[in-house]
């Protein structure tokens, strides 16, 4: 069973817009208290990190999506983190890529980027 699960991609003109959604499957627990992060890979390209929410909340973003996407996360009643989302503004065709999210394991710590999804497609073309 794959860990996580994207959605949202699809394909859009230049400067529009799309939400991407990243969701665990029920075998997997995402503390509240680690990172979840996205991750791009465009084609002939090495995959590349986008943002990560950490623990307490605080944002970081790749220079060059800074300003257009906002990561966001939501949270469920057992201390879990709920849905990853991952708001793309203003998209351009360099943000054409697959889209992964990630996300720590919590055990004795937070493993960085323990659980992957298998990526969602976007595509950004007039």
């Known amino acids: 069973q794959v860990p996580l699960v994207e959605s949202g991609g699809g394909s859009v003109q230049p400067g529009g817009s799309l939400q991407l959604s990243c969701a665990a499957s029920?075998?997997?627990?995402?503390?509240?208290?680690?990172?979840m992060s996205w991750h791009r890979q465009a084609p002939g390209k090495e995959r590349e990190w986008v943002s990560t929410?950490?623990?307490?909340?605080?944002?970081?973003?790749?220079?060059s999506v800074k300003g257009r996407f906002a990561i966001t996360s939501s949270q469920s009643h057992d201390g879990a983190r709920g849905t990853l989302f991952l708001q793309m503004n203003d998209l351009q065709s360099e943000d054409t890529a697959v889209y992964y999210c990630?996300?720590?394991?919590?055990?004795?710590?937070?493993?960085?980027?323990?659980?992957w999804g298998q990526g969602t497609q976007v595509t950004v073309s007039s």
């Open positions: 990630s996300a720590d394991r919590l055990l004795g710590g937070c493993h960085k980027d323990y659980y």
């Open positions: 029920d075998s997997v627990y995402i503390s509240q208290h680690c990172r």
């Open positions: 929410i950490s623990g307490d909340g605080t944002t970081t973003y790749a220079d």
